[in-house]
Structures are given as structure tokens and as C-alpha cells.
T-cell receptor, first 116, second 117 residues
Framework: DVKVTQSSRYLVKRTGEKVFLECVQD?????MFWYRQDPGLGLRLIYF???????EKGDIPEGYSVSREKKERFSLILESASTNQTSMYLC???????????????FGSGTRLTVV | AQKVTQAQTEISVVEKEDVTLDCVYE???????LFWYKQPPSGELVFLIR??????QNEISGRYSWNFQKSTSSFNFTITASQVVDSAVYFC??????????????FGKGTLLTVNP
């Protein structure tokens, strides 16, 4: 089975801290994604990457950056954490193209970040 | 721009009732993929189904069935004889498949289903 591993399940950080959320996948997927999930808002795309060192902004990139130095690892960076970034963060990956054999996106278990 | 609408925010049913979760989507692509995911209280997103835009055949998997209608841009999900373990948030999602970097997944806001004993 494909695995997407997020380094922390729960994280508490202080306002103004630089925060790194790490995501690793073990199936050589090209595409990786970072979402945040908030009650009543569903999952919203922050950034995605379709290759090493390539990245594209999603729907809500403000306050975030990403890094993809290796194919298996996609990091989300909060340069200066703020309380409105308290949320559940979900990482996902997928193999291209989507085919009958490759059903789609695999998600990690999520990191619940609290900024105090 | 792609968009997914799940109009039902919360649904509450009694065990053994049938329940349908609605999903309406918008896209300009002719090739796209539709998904349903389940998120139980544990938080992990569980893949349920993927449907390609060129395949309108409906699908049944045990107590679950999906009705895909391109004419109304809908991809509805029905649970027959619901059980308490079906209680979860259910997300409908859309991915445009026209190649390049266009594989981002857009989610609806989710429907919280509560099945009471």
C-alpha cells in the first residue's frame, strides 16, 4: 500500500515561530499537495508540486511556502506562525496520469497545528 | 475554475434508513475525475470511489452506490440500510485531468452524516 506519512500528529507552536510540516511518500509519486481543513470550509489547497523543485500556488497560499528538494518529501513552511493558521493540515500524493490501475490520491493522517 | 458543492451540511438518520448525499460540480474540462472520500472521527481520509468523466455507468459496492449524471453535473452517493459505523464526514471532490499540473483536487465542504442507533 502507498503510504503518506506526516511527521507529527499534533503540534503546538507560538505566534511568530517558523514552523515546518513534513510529508513523505514511499511510492515515487510526482504530485504532492498540502491542504488545510477547517470546520465548515472543507479542504482547501495551499500549495502543490508536480516535480522536484517545482511548486504552484493553490487557493490559499498566503502565509505559507513549500519546499521539494527530493521527490518523496514535500515540506510546508509557516514563516511566521499566526493564530489564524491553527488548523488541520493534510498532505496528499498521486501518480500521473490517473489510470484504471492508479485510483488517485493518497492522504496522510494529518497534523493538527495549534498556534498560541 | 472548478467547483464542488455539497449543499447538505449535516444529515441525521436512524440506523437502517437509506440516505443520499448530494454533490454538484462545475468544470470546463471535458476530461475530469470525481471522488468520494469518508473522514471518520479519527480524521484520516478514506478513499471510496473514483469516477472518470467518460464513464457514466453507475456503481454499486455493497451498501454503497453512486449515481453519476453529466447532464445535471451531479455525482450523488447513497448508503442503503445505514449503520452507526457510517457516521462520518463525507467529501465529494473533483480533479481536472487535462494534463500538465492540472491534477489538483478540489473538495466540497463536506456533509456530516450521523447515524443514530
Amino acid at each position: 500500500d502507498v503510504k503518506v506519512t506526516q511527521s507529527s500528529r499534533y503540534l503546538v507552536k507560538r505566534t511568530g515561530e517558523k514552523v515546518f510540516l513534513e510529508c513523505v511518500q514511499d511510492m515515487d509519486h510526482e504530485n504532492m499537495f498540502w491542504y488545510r481543513q477547517d470546520p465548515g470550509l472543507g479542504l482547501r489547497l495551499i500549495y502543490f508540486s508536480y516535480d522536484v523543485k517545482m511548486k504552484e500556488k493553490g487557493d490559499i497560499p498566503e502565509g505559507y511556502s513549500v519546499s521539494r528538494e527530493k521527490k518523496e518529501r514535500f515540506s510546508l513552511i509557516l514563516e511566521s506562525a499566526s493564530t489564524n493558521q491553527t488548523s488541520m493540515y493534510l498532505c496528499a500524493s498521486t501518480l500521473l496520469p490517473l489510470t484504471a490501475a492508479n485510483y488517485g490520491y493518497t492522504f496522510g493522517s494529518g497534523t493538527r497545528l495549534t498556534v498560541v | 475554475a472548478q467547483k464542488v458543492t455539497q449543499a447538505q451540511t449535516e444529515i441525521s438518520v436512524v440506523e437502517k434508513e437509506d440516505v443520499t448525499l448530494d454533490c454538484v460540480y462545475e468544470t470546463r474540462d471535458t476530461t475530469y475525475y470525481l471522488f468520494w472520500y469518508k473522514q471518520p472521527p479519527s480524521g484520516e481520509l478514506v478513499f471510496l470511489i473514483r469516477r472518470n468523466s467518460f464513464d457514466e455507468q453507475n456503481e454499486i459496492s455493497g451498501r454503497y452506490s453512486w449515481n453519476f449524471q453529466k447532464s445535471t453535473s451531479s455525482f450523488n452517493f447513497t448508503i442503503t440500510a445505514s449503520q452507526v459505523v457510517d457516521s462520518a464526514v463525507y467529501f465529494c471532490a473533483l480533479s481536472e485531468g487535462s494534463g500538465g499540473s492540472n491534477y489538483k483536487l478540489t473538495f466540497g465542504k463536506g456533509t456530516l452524516l450521523t447515524v443514530n442507533p
